[in-house]
């Protein structure tokens, strides 16, 4: 719960400094600012959660979960269509 009272808190804050600044609020480059900011830490998260799961699962396993996703994912694309 206190995460997204501090990020509410950061948001707040860099929006207010637009408005103050420039007059008027740009969501475009604030979105893009935010996207520049996150993008490096997920891209990170998701490279060592991939990694350490590759290492520390067994081959058959981790095939199976990959073969499990895939099917689950054209399950959920063909019921879409129906």
């Known amino acids: 719960m206190t995460i997204f009272a501090l990020s509410g808190y950061l948001i707040t804050g860099v929006l ?3 408005l103050t600044t420039t007059g008027r609020v740009d969501y475009r480059r604030f979105h893009l600012r935010r996207a520049r900011r996150l ?3 997920l891209s990170t998260v998701n ?3 991939r990694s350490t799961t590759r290492t520390a ?5 981790s095939a199976t979960v990959t073969w499990n996703g895939r ?4 399950r959920a694309r063909s019921s879409a269509r129906t």
């Open 16 to 18: 207010t400094t637009d």
């Open 39 to 41: 993008l490096p830490a």
């Open 47 to 49: 490279g060592v959660s």
């Open 57 to 61: 699962s067994p081959t058959t396993r």
């Open 71 to 74: 099917s689950s994912v054209s």
